[in-house]
């Protein structure tokens, strides 16, 4: 598929969860876990959960990156792919108020959100910038710490999103990234299918593919903090994996083999890597 398309699709989809008050992650439907419970699941406690503005949940990731190294106070962070802004609002509880965190994102009405969000929480040490995360609205050297969630699998590019991750760090400054990979290449009715693309799953690449794009834009001490099946554990439970709107879309995909959709589901994982600039 084409990158333009794709990041025209990823954007609407987006969009059109951005606009719904009580949204789930482009995974779920009314049978897999509502953003609260699958925050819950993926890394995220009570404290964080009651600490961000309404809204700012939307469910979208699969994992917890500011849990994978502490944020100090008085740093400078970006979220690469800030949806609604519920890393950046935690972010900001960690690095206080001497802190600054910055928040990405190319949709509109993402952005819109967030912002509508930090004005709800009164938060006067977070900014969200429209934009691209392959060519990032920031200036070079200047972030301590970058995270992302479920968002690098999106982009068409990723060589390009670690470089420009690198070139906004400072000399030490870290990348903390919760996001999916694979342990097997997809059959290629996925990869081709524009559902599974949004559903973060299409854009996903080998697990050694991603970690040595890091490596060729600079990263170094590339560590893997945490990795686990991210369908079967995170999204569905294994009986239910056909029974809702995403899962008998990819079960459609794949002619309506339920044993290749269960095969599928044990190829994606979630992983949390934490990589430096040194």
């Given at each position: 598929?084409?990158?333009?398309?794709?990041?025209?699709?990823?954007?609407?989809?987006?969009?059109?969860?951005?606009?719904?008050?009580?949204?789930?992650?482009?995974?779920?439907?009314?049978?897999?876990?509502?953003?609260?419970?699958?925050?819950?699941?993926?890394?995220?406690?009570?404290?964080?959960?009651?600490?961000?503005?309404?809204?700012?949940?939307?469910?979208?990731?699969?994992?917890?990156?500011?849990?994978?190294?502490?944020?100090?106070?008085?740093?400078?962070?970006?979220?690469?792919?800030?949806?609604?802004?519920?890393?950046?609002?935690?972010?900001?509880?960690?690095?206080?108020?001497?802190?600054?965190?910055?928040?990405?994102?190319?949709?509109?009405?993402?952005?819109?959100?967030?912002?509508?969000?930090?004005?709800?929480?009164?938060y006067t040490t977070v900014e969200f910038k429209l934009g691209e995360i392959e060519s990032l609205p920031i200036e070079s050297d200047m972030i301590d710490a970058v995270i992302s969630n479920c968002v690098i699998n999106l982009s068409p590019n990723k060589e390009q999103v670690f470089a420009d991750a690198y070139r906004v760090l400072k000399t030490g400054g870290r990348l903390m990234v919760s996001d999916i990979v694979l342990e097997q290449p997809l059959p290629p009715q996925v990869r081709q299918s524009l559902t599974a693309y949004v559903g973060c799953i299409a854009g996903a690449i080998l697990q050694t593919e991603y970690l040595a794009a890091m490596e060729r834009a600079g990263f170094v001490d590339i560590t893997i903090a945490d990795s686990s099946p991210w369908l079967t554990d995170f999204v569905y439970s294994n009986d239910r994996l056909a029974d809702n709107e995403e899962g008998k879309a990819l079960l459609d995909v794949l002619g309506g083999d339920k044993a290749s959709l269960d095969q599928l589901a044990q190829q994606v994982k979630s992983i949390k890597v934490i990589a430096w600039k040194r």
């Open positions: 598929m084409d990158a333009q398309y794709i990041k025209a699709n990823v954007r609407t989809k987006y969009g059109e969860i951005a606009k719904k008050s009580s949204s789930c992650c482009c995974k779920c439907s009314c049978s897999a876990p509502q953003p609260t419970e699958y925050a819950k699941k993926i890394g995220y406690n009570e404290n964080d959960l009651a600490s961000v503005p309404a809204g700012a949940n939307l469910g979208l990731g699969c994992g917890n990156p500011t849990a994978l190294n502490t944020l100090k106070e008085g740093e400078t962070v970006l979220d690469l792919g800030c949806g609604a802004g519920f890393d950046v609002f935690l972010a900001a509880k960690a690095v206080g108020k001497t802190g600054k965190v910055y928040g990405v994102d190319m949709t509109p009405e993402m952005i819109a959100k967030a912002r509508e969000n930090a004005c709800k929480g009164g």
